[in-house]
């Protein structure tokens, strides 16, 4: 079955440190998708990226940067010079092919708090 | 485009109240999928459609849970009667295959308090 884990629960930085959020995920599948969600205090979902497991191209987005591993079965999410607005719950997620590709297993989620 | 849009954002009702969540998904979005987050479970999926149509209601807790979907713009999630354990917060999220797999966008959800 496909799994999601988010060793860290909280993660406590101070403005301007990088921070790395860890991700390991459990799948059978060859095709699958994966990505990172943002929760702010306001408690939306906001979408942050998906990568397929065809793509190991690392990504960077501004301050984001994105880090898969297929060897390690990882994708973690590093944010640079991190802000107080950072300061929010952030979920990995998978898609695969039990799920057809359309429905979401998450992580238990990591809270970022980023204090001036 | 507006987003995904739930009413209520909040909602407060006593232990056996009927409770009726909305949402309107994303125009032109195929899936429709309903999440309920807590603290203790995470978040969770309860059940989505395809073109209107339930594909996978396992997640659904209990018979007390139903949802529907009458037309590609608008879906329900009822609880009946509802329980203290039902207080979480519920999200809807929609999507588009289209040419390929697409991130799912989320509603703002809407915290339900059942006491």
């Known amino acids: 079955a496909q799994k999601v884990t988010q060793a860290q629960t909280e993660i406590s930085v101070v403005e301007k440190e990088d921070v790395t959020l860890d991700c390991v995920y459990e799948?059978?599948?060859?095709?699958?998708?994966l990505f990172w969600y943002k929760q702010p205090p306001s408690g939306e979902l906001v979408f942050l990226i998906r990568?397929?497991?065809?793509?190991?191209q690392n990504e960077i987005s501004g301050r984001y940067s994105w880090n898969f591993q297929k060897s390690t079965s990882s994708f973690n999410f590093t944010i640079t010079a991190s802000q107080v607005v950072d300061s929010a719950v952030y979920f990995c997620?998978?898609?695969?092919?039990?799920?057809?590709?359309?429905?979401?297993?998450f992580g238990k989620g990591t809270m970022l708090l980023v204090s001036p | 485009d507006a987003g995904v849009i739930q009413s209520p954002r909040h909602e407060v009702t006593e232990m056996g109240q009927e409770v009726t969540l909305r949402c309107k998904p994303i125009?032109?979005?195929?899936?429709l999928f309903w999440y309920r987050q807590t603290m203790m479970r995470g978040l969770e999926l309860l059940i989505y459609?395809?073109?209107?149509?339930?594909?996978?209601d396992s997640g659904m807790p209990e018979d007390r849970f139903s949802a529907k979907m009458p037309n590609a713009s608008f879906s329900t999630l009822k609880i009946q009667p509802s329980e203290p354990r039902d207080s979480a917060v519920y999200f809807c999220?929609?999507?588009?295959?289209?040419?390929?797999?697409?991130?799912?966008?989320f509603g703002q959800g809407t915290r339900l308090t059942v006491v």
């Open positions: 999220a929609s999507s588009s295959r289209g040419s390929g797999n697409t991130e799912a966008f």
């Open positions: 799948t059978r599948d060859t095709t699958y998708y």
């Open positions: 990568r397929n497991s065809f793509d190991e």
């Open positions: 997620a998978l898609s695969d092919l039990v799920s057809g590709y359309s429905t979401l297993t």
């Open positions: 125009s032109g979005h195929d899936y």
């Open positions: 459609f395809n073109n209107n149509v339930p594909i996978d």
